[in-house]
T-cell receptor, first 114, second 114 residues
């Protein structure tokens, strides 16, 4: 079966711009979680969506937002980009949530802010 | 919130030797402890997990132990091979709707020398 697909794979944006990243989960998975991965901070939780509802949110500023559609695909948006937002953004798909059922990660979107 | 500490940050072993990575967590409500392996340029993949109702779990050369009283858990890899070289992340989470998120440790870069 198809794995978790994230698009685009690479992005270069300028400070102050906004960006939208997409995650298509495995068919049948209703939970999508987003993580930011940086060399200094490791993997940090952004938010989790389940059946179009945000269930959990990490400690990130309001510039980071997300949503989930009825087909379980999820998008995350970052507005007013800052240099520190440069990171690998990973989404994880699972049937019932990452602590209930196995989570599968996408390849990630590498965002560079210049 | 949950805090997960992981040690060591880098580990170099000779092929055939054992490797041990240790993690501690802070939230006694956490009851799910997965380990992920991330090879260079690839997505994190679940290699083993343990829930708080068991103390040890094995899968071929990999084992995880959990001490809930001390709030620590460890990954053991025996008979290491060069293909075990990767970054390993531990994580902790609470099962249930309210806490469906994972908090990750900072990662351990394992290098297996042939």
């Amino acid at each position: 079966k198809a794995g978790v697909t994230q698009t685009p794979r690479y992005l270069i944006k300028t400070r102050g711009q906004q960006v939208t990243l997409s995650c298509s989960p495995i068919s049948g998975h209703r939970s999508v979680s987003w993580y930011q991965q940086t060399p200094g901070q490791g993997l940090q939780f952004l938010f989790e969506y389940f059946s179009e509802t945000q269930r959990n949110k990490g400690n990130f500023p309001g510039r980071f937002s997300g949503r989930q559609f009825s087909n379980s695909r999820s998008e995350m948006n970052v507005s007013t980009l800052e240099l520190g937002d440069s990171a690998l953004y990973l989404c994880a798909s699972s049937r019932q949530g990452v602590t209930n059922t196995e989570a599968f990660f996408g390849q990630g979107t590498r965002l560079t802010v210049v | 919130g949950e805090n997960v500490e992981q040690h060591p940050s880098t580990l170099s072993v000779q092929e055939g030797d054992s490797a041990v990575i240790k993690c501690t967590y802070s939230d006694s409500a956490s009851n799910y402890f997965p380990w992920y392996k991330q090879e260079l340029g690839k997505r994190p993949q679940l290699i083993i997990d343990i829930r708080s109702n068991v103390g040890e779990k094995k899968d071929q050369r990999i084992a995880v132990t959990l001490n809930k009283t001390a709030k620590h858990f460890s990954l053991h890899i025996t008979e290491t091979q060069p293909e075990d070289s990767a970054v390993y992340f531990c994580a902790a989470g609470a099962r249930g709707n309210a806490g469906n998120m994972l908090t990750f440790g900072g990662g351990t870069r394992l290098m297996v020398k042939p």
